[in-house]
């Protein structure tokens, strides 16, 4: 019950209520308060942000209640009729969908397997490699002492010349190894040093075959280990073990017992095959002595193509000194004998093809592997040398290479021996 009836009812829910009284009798609210509510002109004015925002929030909530209303109208559908909208799942559709087996690792080493075995390629590469060092053994030796063709010097500088032109061409372009530069002048003295031991070597070498049989030849040189072992100690005080000195002792022996009793030896030929000899294994020693630095390293076959032309330059004042206009009288030869020209050709292309096996045996075997092949090369070699060129023989000289080359077989062993102690 209003205590007040005659005062205006405008209140604000609370404790406030409008003071005045109203405007007739029989009415509710004063002049201020009776016209709130009612529909009143207002101004044409641009929608406000505000207005805006709320109309844009409606829609977005129009729009989330009809995507609410599909996805329920999606879900209300059975899987039966969902997979009939997919012709790919059709039950009558005839196409399949073939999802390949992931093959095992034996498939795909089977698939992807190289025509040519590994174990074909190196036994092949180990063919070659004695092929070329029996076959320049054998041309040599048919040139300087069967064909007539007495030049030793000249015919080293021509084996220099094709290792310059080869090492060329397959370093730079087949690309067989990186190519390697000469850094220094120092490092390029080493090489030019090397050389020299080098030219001196191979021409011992080739010169002992006018004198000396293949066999004879080849049984010298497996002393190359004693050499070594001498080098290395006088140069660089190196000391191996007891072991390694006694395994010596044979491979002199055996030198000794051959020389005794070989049938065509010549005290010339003996002495410049023990330099060339002798040249090989200081060869070593100072090559292992000159390039220590990683810097100063080169890989074989760069250091080939460095010292060949070196070797080349050295040897053409002394081919020209010695062995007189060998240029002019090797002309002369071929214009008579077209054949000569093929020989000499091979020959300076098989004196390449040792260096290259050498590097291709090392690279798919060791560097032991290689060791154990050369020790086998002289006996092959003076056996191949015996049925060709019919040398005699005899059972002493025989027995004195056998225990040659056993002696650098327990040199071998023993080093290698030594090699695991100090590790």
Not at 57 to 73: C, G, L, V, Y
Not at 325 to 346: H, P, Q, S, Y
Not at 350 to 373: D, E, G, M, P, R
Request: some cysteine; proline content about 5%.
């Amino acid at each position: 019950m209003d205590n007040e009836p005659g005062r205006c009812r405008r209140t604000d829910g609370k404790k406030w209520r409008c003071s005045k009284n109203v405007a007739n009798p029989g009415q509710k609210y004063c002049h201020n308060h009776m016209h709130r509510g009612r529909h009143r002109p207002r101004n044409h004015a641009p929608p406000s942000t505000t207005t805006t925002h709320h109309a844009a929030k409606k829609d977005n909530i129009d729009d989330f209640s009809d995507a609410h209303e599909h996805i329920a109208m999606v879900e209300a559908q059975s899987w039966t009729t969902r997979r009939g909208s997919n012709p790919r799942l059709e039950p009558n559709n005839d196409q399949v969908l073939d999802i390949p087996v992931t093959p095992t690792a034996e498939i795909r080493q089977q698939q992807y397997a190289p025509l040519i075995s590994p174990t074909f390629v190196t036994a092949a590469i180990i063919a070659s490699w004695y092929l070329s060092n029996i076959g320049v053994l054998l041309l040599n030796k048919y040139l300087l002492s069967f064909y007539g063709y007495r030049y030793p010097i000249f015919l080293t500088m021509l084996h220099m010349i094709s290792c310059a032109a080869y090492s060329l061409l397959a370093i730079k372009w087949l690309e067989l190894v990186p190519f390697q530069q000469i850094h220094s002048r120092k490092q390029f003295f080493k090489i030019l040093g090397l050389s020299v031991i080098f030219c001196f070597s191979v021409v011992c070498g080739n010169t002992s075959l006018r004198y000396l049989p293949v066999s004879f030849n080849q049984a010298i040189g497996a002393t190359t280990p004693f050499f070594t072992a001498i080098f290395a100690f006088v140069i660089t005080c190196k000391k191996e073990s007891a072991e390694v000195y006694l395994a010596l002792v044979p491979v002199v022996l055996g030198i000794v017992l051959a020389s005794n009793s070989e049938p065509l030896f010549h005290l010339f030929g003996f002495l410049i095959c023990v330099g060339s000899t002798a040249g090989r294994a200081l060869k070593s020693v100072v090559q292992g002595l000159l390039l220590t630095s990683e810097a100063e390293k080169l890989h074989s076959m760069n250091l080939l193509l460095y010292m060949a032309p070196m070797a080349a330059m050295i040897l053409l004042p002394f081919t020209l000194y010695i062995e007189g206009n060998v240029f002019a009288l090797t002309i002369e030869k071929a214009r008579e004998d077209g054949f000569m020209v093929f020989l000499l050709i091979a020959n300076a292309t098989i004196a390449y093809l040792v260096n290259l096996t050498n590097f291709l045996v090392t690279k798919h075997t060791s560097a032991l592997t290689l060791q154990v092949l050369g020790n086998a090369k002289a006996a092959v070699a003076a056996v191949v040398s015996v049925l060709i060129f019919r040398n005699p023989v005899t059972v002493m000289g025989m027995t004195g290479f056998g225990v040659t080359v056993m002696g650098v077989v327990l040199y071998s062993e023993a080093k290698k021996r030594s090699k695991g102690t100090t590790h």
